[in-house]
């Protein structure tokens, strides 16, 4: 009888230890599981159709700028195709590298982009040649739309058109000012071209971001410069400023009875290029299907409406339409800074 018992009790022992090891072996495999989210790498890819988790967008500037905006508006509509949320991240500072050294530091599985302007590629590594990353590091995946931005000036400039301003400043050679967002910004560049294709001498004086410049320019202490559209227009129905041309290579769909500069000076374009950056090896397909939701996305008229609110006009390009464009724009910069001499760092 007390061996009948004592066996039962081994068996009990043994029953217990089998289920207390299953309990383990559950709570490991949940934990890995749970493990397999930003960071896992390739072996989610493996085992869940993509997208299996929230996906992240981190912004370069910070939330209300114009990367900002439009990663939201796109987002908000891609989410809906895709089945997962998009989560917006804002990481301003350095120039976009705070960003990028987000991006980098996740896995290349298809969860974790960038979106910002073209500066990242085109002009940064030339301002600072010591940045964290380089083009390798990263691969276009969606270009999402353009931002033109607008040459405007004082009411006090006696100039309504753009031929007028171009006449007005090389008649005062060196007298006038114009104001931008920051040394080697799209707004900086657009006036140097400007003033390099008409052969224009007027002083520089940066700003730190439109919301130093453009009241700038509404109080006179500048006589130009360069923003967006939605910056400027208030202002401009109001008779505070005179908006005068484009900076894109046509006209724009927000002010088409504007010229374009690119109408006096040939292959001009400095629009600002705003798209989705992915990290070196993210998979081709998840980058197909970014590129394709966001394509869609460019043709839904609430969409089209939201941007043209503030000022942006929908591309939903894929990621060859965005590299030729980052290509274009940094080849274009490069040999603007070189034959011009400005120096942006």
Same mark, same amino acid.
């Given at each position: 009888?007390?061996?009948?018992?004592?066996?039962?009790?081994?068996?009990?022992?043994?029953?217990?230890?089998?289920?207390?090891?299953?309990?383990?072996?559950?709570?490991?495999?949940?934990?890995?599981?749970?493990?397999?989210?930003?960071?896992?790498?390739?072996?989610?890819?493996?085992?869940?159709?993509?997208?299996?988790?929230? &996906?992240?967008?981190?912004?370069?500037?910070?939330?209300?700028?114009?990367? /900002?905006?439009?990663?939201?508006?796109?987002?908000?509509?891609?989410?809906?195709?895709?089945?997962?949320? &998009? @989560?917006?991240?804002?990481?301003?500072?350095?120039?976009?590298? @705070?960003?990028?050294?987000?991006?980098?530091?996740?896995?290349?599985?298809?969860?974790?982009? @960038?979106?910002? /302007?073209?500066?990242?590629?085109?002009?940064?590594?030339?301002?600072?040649?010591?940045?964290?990353?380089? %083009?390798? /590091? *990263?691969?276009? #995946?969606?270009?999402?739309?353009?931002?033109?931005?607008?040459?405007?000036? +004082?009411?006090? #400039?006696?100039?309504?058109? *753009?031929? %007028?301003?171009?006449? +007005?400043?090389?008649?005062?050679?060196?007298?006038?000012?114009?104001?931008?967002?920051?040394?080697?910004?799209?707004? +900086?560049?657009?006036?140097?071209?400007?003033?390099?294709?008409?052969?224009?001498?007027?002083?520089?004086?940066?700003?730190?971001?439109?919301?130093?410049?453009?009241?700038?320019? *509404?109080?006179?202490?500048?006589?130009?410069?360069?923003?967006?559209?939605?910056?400027?227009?208030?202002?401009? =129905?109001?008779?505070?400023?005179?908006?005068?041309?484009?900076?894109?290579?046509?006209?724009?769909?927000?002010?088409?009875?504007?010229?374009?500069?690119?109408?006096?000076?040939?292959?001009?374009?400095?629009?600002?290029?705003?798209? #989705?950056?992915?990290?070196?090896?993210?998979? =081709?397909?998840?980058?197909?299907?970014?590129?394709?939701?966001?394509? %869609?996305?460019?043709?839904?008229?609430?969409?089209?409406?939201? *941007?043209?609110?503030?000022?942006?006009?929908?591309?939903?390009?894929?990621?060859?339409?965005?590299?030729?464009?980052?290509?274009? =724009?940094?080849?274009?910069?490069? =040999?603007?800074?070189?034959?011009?001499?400005?120096?942006?760092?």
């Amino acid at each position: 009888m007390n061996r009948s018992i004592a066996a039962q009790g081994a068996a009990l022992a043994r029953a217990k230890g089998i289920a207390r090891r299953a309990a383990l072996g559950a709570a490991l495999g949940a934990a890995l599981g749970a493990a397999l989210t930003w960071g896992a790498g390739p072996a989610q890819a493996q085992g869940a159709a993509w997208p299996a988790q929230p &996906i992240r967008f981190i912004i370069t500037h910070p939330a209300g700028g114009l990367p /900002d905006t439009v990663a939201r508006i796109f987002g908000r509509r891609m989410e809906t195709k895709l089945g997962q949320s &998009i @989560v917006i991240e804002n990481r301003a500072g350095g120039n976009g590298a @705070v960003a990028v050294g987000a991006m980098l530091g996740a896995p290349a599985n298809g969860y974790t982009f @960038v979106v910002t /302007d073209g500066a990242i590629w085109s002009v940064n590594p030339i301002n600072n040649p010591a940045l964290a990353y380089a %083009e390798k /590091d *990263l691969t276009p #995946v969606a270009y999402l739309a353009d931002a033109p931005l607008f040459l405007a000036v +004082h009411p006090k #400039v006696p100039a309504n058109s *753009l031929a %007028e301003f171009i006449a +007005h400043v090389r008649a005062n050679s060196g007298k006038l000012n114009y104001g931008s967002s920051g040394v080697g910004s799209n707004h +900086h560049l657009s006036m140097v071209a400007l003033a390099l294709g008409q052969k224009l001498e007027i002083t520089h004086v940066p700003f730190k971001g439109t919301g130093e410049s453009v009241p700038a320019l *509404l109080g006179g202490h500048v006589e130009a410069l360069f923003s967006a559209y939605l910056s400027l227009k208030g202002a401009a =129905e109001t008779n505070q400023v005179k908006m005068l041309a484009a900076n894109g290579a046509k006209r724009s769909s927000l002010a088409p009875d504007l010229p374009s500069i690119a109408e006096v000076i040939p292959n001009y374009d400095y629009s600002v290029i705003i798209g #989705v950056y992915g990290r070196a090896g993210t998979p =081709e397909d998840v980058k197909r299907r970014i590129a394709a939701e966001a394509a %869609e996305a460019a043709k839904d008229p609430d969409v089209i409406k939201r *941007l043209e609110a503030v000022g942006v006009e929908p591309v939903g390009g894929d990621a060859d339409a965005f590299l030729k464009a980052l290509q274009t =724009e940094s080849k274009r910069v490069r =040999e603007l800074i070189e034959t011009s001499g400005v120096k942006i760092r």
